[in-house]
């Protein structure tokens, strides 16, 4: 099965940009997504596909990919913004296997 | 309003079995795959299972392949994990979650808010 790595812990200053990472091979056939969770909540999809957000999901939040790394970027970065983030994608080894990344906590300074 | 609600969840003991539902509304049901994704207390999250519209295809994680089955009943609008042999690292929160897909791309873009098992004698 494939795996999805992201950095443990990444900090921004408040209104700064901070940049995500996720690698793994599945994401050079797959976008990645990705997953907004704040303690005691649900996961909150943010981006998918290309860069797509859903509705209500503030436009500071962009997606990228190159190779086999996606990247989740907030530009100006909000208090609110300090969650854990997950990114996802599809298998590459089976039809109806996913798998998500360790997460990543942010923190805004 | 699109909603889905997880139940089933509780205390059970190890090689025990215990059955998860999860109830949707607010959608069409049988358009969607359907997918279990689990978190540990104070861990990430954990990919468990996906079914597709239809039941036509199903995947598990390896940690549970063997031991857990997903299904649904369309007519129910419900998804479903039957958990056997359950060990002490299956404890945690279970969430149901609904899957949008392109050619290129899947997400889950809707969640529930989880039940809780615990796998404890």
């Known amino acids: 099965s494939s795996e999805l790595t992201q950095d443990p812990a990444v900090s921004v200053a408040l209104g700064q940009t901070v940049r995500i990472t996720c690698q793994g091979d599945?994401?050079?056939?797959?976008?990645a997504s990705w997953y907004q969770q704040k303690p005691g909540q649900a996961p909150v999809l943010v981006i998918y596909?290309?860069?797509n957000r859903p509705s209500g999901i503030p436009d500071r939040f962009s997606g990228s990919s190159s190779g086999n790394t996606a990247s989740l970027t907030i530009t100006g970065a909000q208090a609110e913004d300090e969650a854990d983030y997950y990114c996802n994608s599809r298998d590459s080894s089976g039809n109806h296997l996913r798998v998500f990344g360790g997460g990543t906590k942010l923190t805004v300074l | 309003e699109v909603q889905l609600v997880e139940s089933g969840g509780g205390l059970v003991q190890p090689g025990r079995s215990l059955r998860l539902s999860c109830a949707a509304s607010?959608?069409?049901?049988?358009?969607?795959?359907m997918h279990w994704v689990r978190q540990a207390p104070g861990k990430g999250l954990e990919w468990v299972s996906g079914i597709s519209w239809n039941s036509g295809s199903i995947g598990y994680a390896d940690s549970v392949k063997g031991r857990f089955t997903i299904s649904r009943d369309n007519a129910k609008n419900s998804l479903y994990l039957q958990m056997n042999s359950l060990r002490a690292e299956d404890t945690a929160l279970y969430y149901c979650a609904k899957e949008l897909y392109s050619s290129s791309w899947y997400a889950f873009d809707i969640w529930g808010q989880g039940t809780m098992v615990t796998v404890s004698s």
């Open positions: 599945s994401l050079r056939s797959y976008y």
């Open positions: 596909g290309k860069n």
């Open positions: 607010g959608f069409t049901f049988d358009d969607y795959a």
